[in-house]
Every structure is written in structure tokens, then in C-alpha cells.
């Protein structure tokens, strides 16, 4: 069978339908999506340096990790749009941002540094890797063309500015035509010095691996941009949970894996990529996985239930970051413990199986774990949910992470008035990308005019 139209059918036509989330909530949901928005969004706010811009990586650090302030530049759009501040002072603190990654040192090809210093933008010795990450920086951009479209003005002008100097194409493996994950220098605090690449490169399909292809190939600068083959050129294998629908899996087959780049793009209007894979589907399908493999292995692992699910990525007990995951994935171990939850995994569904993640949301909300709450209001000087709890080892994580507050907060926004798909679809660049990539709807016509910041 002719390739493109066997992964057409089997996104389309596996065990369940291809079904849209309505994206209408009923009050009650409306109420609680408002509480986990605004409690999300109190991270970026209290975390921002007020000189610098930048954003903290964690309640707890004291560094900047550029993909952190990517969501955090995004988050602003929602916080203006909601009026958990102004739209002034959302604007001055997007420009207050820009103008010092504009100014930083802290990058490669113009590509940045996973931790940069917090006060600064300057290389940092601090932070668990001291590489410039193609990852952390394609959040970072994605962050930033969102905030210019939503702002215009001097904000737009900053975003354009760091996008154009991104040298996507200077990070491909000449061999295998891959983009490198990371460069690291020979001296940290001396991007301009001798440095070399990590071998590891984005091989495997995860919605990482889509996000840097596709601001790859939109690159404002012609002779930065990546080349047509980058959509295509990585493992991208198929397999199913039990007797579920198939569906293209990652490597470590954690939920955030699937979501990050449908924290921007719209794939719906974007429509099929040039292998006919509708995106948009392919998560909900990993999302219902998921949910359904917790609801198998809740005698297992208590921590798990039939509204407690959504395993990704965070922090764990006794000061671990795991990175778990369930089949289908690439990976045989187990890459981090079983049995610890972290809220924003059913967060970030809430576009693809809304009924569901609300259902989750709505149990971890009011879930007490040894006296110890999962949820900490805004007025109770929390950001909503913890990252992470465990009920037989009786932990609640006591701090949040930008990475994870991000996600949720924007997927849960899209889910509600589509407000960043709408932007980040609106930019040039970004639909030049989706163009060179070879997905099969044209882009209407921008819907929204630019906003200038006032």
C-alpha cells in the first residue's frame, strides 16, 4: 500500500473515529479551567526578574531557563487577554525580556543556552547542563513570535529579531541530516570560544523534533533555514496500547512529548503533514492511552486511578526528575519511576479529550495526599497544582516548574478561545514553515489584525 495513504487510514480509520474536542465547556468547567489558568499564570508573574524579564526555571532556582521564559512570553498574551495584569505592563515586561536575550552573550549561532543567569541573560555556570539547546531555544522563539503577534510594536520587532538570528541550519549533522540536540563550550562562560556538538540528534518523532523542524523551516533568514527533508527525516514508528488505535509514538513515551508543539501550532487548520499524518489526532490518541494504561495498572501503583492518570515528565520523590512513560515508545527501561503523577500531564490534554482531562483535573484539584494538599490557591500563596505527588510514598512535590505550568496554561487556553494557535498561526514565518513542510490545507488568510501595545 502506497505509504502516505496507509498512515492516512490509520490515523483516520483505527479503532475509534477521528473526533475534534468541541471546545465548549459548561459552566462548572469554565470556573475550574479559570482557577487552574490563573493559579498557572501567578508562576510567570512572581517568577519574572523585574529588571531582566527573564523567567526563573523553578519556584526553587535561581537561574533562567530559556524554555521556561518561552512559555512565560506566551503566558503574557493570556494574562493581558484575561486581565491578570495590564496589557501595559504585559507588554513592558515582553520588551524587558527581549532587549536582554537581544543584548546576551549566552548563545551559539544565535541559538541559546538551556540556563542563562537569571538577572543578567549571561552565560551561567549554575543549572544542570551548561549547553546551548536547540530545544530550549525553539520554545524560547516560539514564545516570542507569539507574544509579537499578540502585542505588535517594539515586541514584535524584538521577536523578529531573534528569530531572523537563529542559524537552524549551522546545527544539522552533516551525516545524517538531523538537527544536533546541543553544542556544548569548552568554557561555559565563553559562547565565542571552542565548543563541539553532542552526537545526540532529534532521530525519533516527538512534538520536540516538530517544533524545531518547523521554525527551522520557516527561518526568516533564507540561508538559516532547514531544508524540505527535515519534516521527514526521523523515525516515526507506529504501534498501539492493547486493542487501542494505532498511533506514532515517542522514544520515552511521556505525555509532554506529544504536546509541545501543539502549544503553538494549530494542526487542525494546518491540516496533514506530507506523510498524511494529522498531528492534532495522533495526540489525542496518545493522550486516551495514557489515561486508559493508569486506569490498567491502578492496583499497581496507587497513585494511579480512573481520573488519576496522565504520566509525563517532573519531579518525584527524593529529589529525582523522572522522565516515565507506558507502550508503545522506543525506550525498553522504564527511564524513571512508576507511580508518581504530576497534574499538568491531564492539563495539557484538555484540547484532545476534554471530558476526560476534566474529570482528572477536577479529582487532583480536592486530592490530599497525607495531609498534604495537591493544590495550593493563589490566595494561599501557591500556583495551583504542585508538580508532582505520590500517594504511596506520601510526597507532594513542594515546588512548581515553569516547564510544566507553560504547557498547561497555554493548552488549556486553546482549549477555551484558541488565543495562542491564533497568533502564533498569524505570524509570516510560521506559516511559511508549515508550507516548506509540505502539510496539506492553505492557511486562511490571517484572522486577526496586529495588536500594538498601547
Given amino acids: 500500500m502506497n505509504k502516505i495513504l496507509y498512515i492516512w487510514l490509520l490515523l483516520c480509520f483505527g479503532a475509534t473515529q477521528c473526533v475534534r474536542a468541541d471546545f465548549s465547556f459548561p459552566e462548572q468547567d469554565q470556573v475550574l479551567l479559570e482557577e487552574i489558568s490563573r493559579a498557572s499564570f501567578e508562576f510567570f508573574r512572581v517568577h519574572t526578574h523585574p529588571v531582566s524579564g527573564l523567567v526563573k526555571d523553578t519556584s526553587a532556582s535561581p537561574v533562567c531557563s530559556v524554555a521556561s521564559l518561552g512559555f512565560g512570553l506566551a503566558a503574557l498574551t493570556i494574562g493581558a487577554e484575561r486581565g491578570y495584569l495590564s496589557r501595559q505592563e504585559a507588554a513592558d515586561r515582553a520588551v524587558r ?16 543556552c538551556h540556563f542563562i543567569d537569571y538577572e543578567t541573560g549571561r552565560p551561567t555556570h549554575l543549572g544542570y547542563e551548561p549547553i546551548v539547546s536547540s530545544i530550549d531555544t525553539a520554545l524560547l522563539i516560539a514564545g516570542a513570535v507569539t507574544a509579537g503577534e499578540y502585542f505588535g510594536g517594539q515586541v514584535k520587532s524584538l521577536a523578529r529579531t531573534l528569530y531572523t538570528r537563529v542559524n537552524w541550519a549551522a546545527f544539522v549533522n552533516p551525516d545524517n541530516r538531523q538537527v544536533y540536540m546541543s553544542w556544548r563550550a569548552d568554557d561555559p562562560g565563553h559562547m565565542d570560544g571552542s565548543g563541539h556538538f553532542e552526537k545526540q540528534t532529534w532521530d ?29 527525516n526521523w523515525n516515526r514508528p507506529a504501534g498501539r496500547y492493547k486493542d487501542g488505535p494505532e498511533y506514532i509514538y515517542s522514544y520515552p513515551g511521556t505525555l509532554f512529548t506529544y504536546m509541545f508543539a501543539h502549544c503553538f501550532y494549530d494542526f487542525r487548520t494546518a491540516g496533514r503533514d506530507p506523510l498524511g499524518v494529522d498531528w492534532h489526532e495522533n495526540t489525542r490518541r496518545a493522550v486516551l492511552a495514557n489515561r486508559q494504561y493508569c486506569r490498567d495498572h491502578a492496583d499497581a501503583y496507587p497513585t494511579y486511578g480512573q481520573n488519576r492518570w496522565g504520566i509525563t515528565a517532573g519531579s518525584a520523590p527524593r529529589d529525582q526528575y523522572v522522565v516515565p512513560g507506558h507502550p508503545p515508545r522506543g525506550a525498553q527501561s522504564d527511564q524513571g519511576v512508576h507511580g508518581t503523577l504530576h497534574p499538568y500531564g491531564a492539563g495539557m490534554a484538555v484540547p484532545f479529550a476534554p471530558a476526560e482531562a476534566l474529570a482528572a483535573l477536577r479529582e487532583m484539584r480536592h486530592l490530599t495526599v497525607c495531609g498534604k494538599p495537591v493544590w495550593t490557591s493563589v490566595e494561599d500563596g501557591g500556583y495551583g497544582f504542585s508538580d508532582g505527588f505520590n500517594l504511596p510514598e506520601c510526597w507532594v512535590s513542594d515546588h512548581v516548574i515553569g516547564i510544566a505550568q507553560g504547557p498547561m496554561l497555554l493548552l488549556i487556553e486553546n482549549a477555551r478561545t484558541g488565543l ?5 498561526m498569524n505570524n509570516p514565518y510560521i506559516r511559511q514553515g508549515l508550507r516548506r513542510a509540505g502539510f496539506s490545507k492553505s492557511l486562511p488568510k490571517p484572522s486577526t489584525p496586529e495588536r500594538a501595545a498601547k
Fill in 97 to 112: 525580556a527581549l532587549t536582554t536575550l537581544e543584548k546576551s552573550t549566552a548563545r551559539k549561532h544565535g541559538l541559546y
Fill in 420 to 424: 495562542v494557535w491564533k497568533n502564533m
Fill in 204 to 232: 525519533w518523532y516527538t512534538d520536540e523534533t516538530l517544533l524545531i523542524v518547523l521554525l527551522g523551516l520557516g527561518a526568516p533568514n533564507p540561508d538559516y533555514r532547514l531544508a524540505p527533508e527535515s519534516m521527514t
